[in-house]
């Protein structure tokens, strides 16, 4: 049983996919801007060769991860051992793993929305009853919902693409509830490193509880959205069937990239913090044209690298399309993209020469939208 919102909406991929010829400049994604190779190496002092080893045959690594990344992984997260930790082909496997195993057919499950589409997708597949939670969720209502079949909670911290922040005593607190009836709390963590509106991010959920999963990944704030690392950490039974589970889908995690990740991971500091300062120069620029407008209201989120600002116009959906059409910039509409009508997602990690280019043209096309035109408009 699919019971909450109803209507499943696109994803942002789907919903752009038509104006990707026309639109020259992508505003509404939720990666910070990709780095290379090259750029990477340059932050870690080294060189590709030495990263890559030229000699090393493309053999089959092992299901799960090198032992390597594995502990490198579980030392970051802090206290964790190697077997707490399951390195993926990106954040979306780890998700649709630990979900596979989760959902069972007479199993309840939380979801919260929006999600990520491989979790929702999974969990639609499995049969299993579903109830959705709208983001920003109240913990203590959250709480009410477990029941004694409830096999899992999933939940997003910093979310996307609200940027709701869960912090230790709240992750606690579901844990715990969940624990009474045997169930996992699983936090989507894909954003975490930069906040925003808070001072410091909270510690990972994996550590926090020994019956919560932590998701995470190189993609997001990192800027290697290619090199298709992620992983899922938490108790060893269910990390063990996450491994498993992999050895007959993707068999191993690519073995290049994991080498690469290495490096980023030795890299964490100077990556997160190109991310913050992306995220925090585009917050207060993007502060400024909302401020232009009565119609627009843009409240700090806790953290991530979305801004999810509330436009007062009469169709999100129609207005980002004729934005795409008029002005060349894809901003993502909230109702198409995340069942949420009058909300707009714009990336906050840009890479600097594309913000430049794409936030004068935003803000031209909302003060030519006369529905929003008010207070200083200029
Ligand atoms: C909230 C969230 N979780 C997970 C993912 C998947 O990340 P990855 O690219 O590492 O598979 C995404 C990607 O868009 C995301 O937005």
Excluded at 8 to 28: D, I, K, M, T
Excluded at 340 to 350: A, F, Q, S, Y
Aim: glycine content about 10%; overall charge negative; hydrophobic content about 45%.
């Amino acid at each position: 049983m699919w019971s909450g919102s109803g209507r499943r909406p696109f994803g942002h991929s789907v919903w752009a996919a038509p104006y990707r010829s026309s639109a020259r400049l992508v505003v509404g994604s939720s990666v910070v801007a990709p780095i290379t190779l090259r750029q990477l190496c340059e932050l870690g002092g080294t060189d590709p060769c030495a990263v890559l080893d030229p000699d090393r045959a493309f053999d089959y690594g092992p299901a799960g991860g090198t032992p390597e990344l594995r502990e490198r992984i579980a030392s970051d997260l802090g206290g964790l051992i190697p077997d707490n930790v399951a390195v993926t082909s990106g954040a979306g496997d780890a998700l649709a793993s630990v979900a596979t195993l989760v959902c069972r057919p007479d199993a309840h499950v939380i979801v919260e929305v929006p999600a990520h589409e491989s979790l929702l997708s999974t969990v639609e597949r499995s049969g299993c009853a579903a109830t959705l939670v709208q983001a920003p969720i109240d913990p203590a209502l959250v709480a009410e919902l477990i029941g004694p079949t409830t096999s899992a909670l999933f939940l997003s911290s910093p979310h996307n693409p609200t940027g709701q922040m869960l912090d230790a005593a709240v992750l606690r607190m579901l844990a715990e509830s969940l624990a009474c009836v045997g169930a996992v709390l699983v936090a989507d963590e894909v954003f975490r490193g930069v906040p925003l509106g808070v001072v410091s991010s909270p510690p990972p959920a994996a550590t926090v509880a020994p019956n919560a999963v932590s998701i995470g990944g190189l993609s997001k704030v990192y800027g290697l959205p290619g090199l298709r690392i992620g992983w899922a950490a938490g108790p060893t039974m269910l990390i063990d069937d996450v491994r498993s589970l992999q050895r007959y889908t993707s068999r191993c995690p690519p073995m290049t990239s994991e080498a690469i990740a290495m490096l980023a991971l030795d890299c964490q500091e100077a990556l997160l913090g190109r991310a913050r300062a992306l995220v925090y120069d585009a917050f207060v620029e993007l502060t400024t044209i909302c401020e232009r407008h009565d119609g627009i209201r843009l409240s700090i989120p806790d953290g991530g690298i979305t801004a999810f600002p509330e436009l007062d116009v009469p169709d999100v959906d129609n207005w980002c399309a004729r934005v795409v059409e008029r002005y060349g910039i894809l901003v993502a509409p909230g109702n198409a993209c995340f069942g949420v009508p009058g909300r707009v997602r714009i990336n906050l990690g840009l890479e600097p020469e594309v913000r430049t280019a794409a936030f004068p043209l935003l803000a031209l096309a909302l003060a030519e939208s006369p529905e929003l035109v008010g207070g200083s408009a200029c």
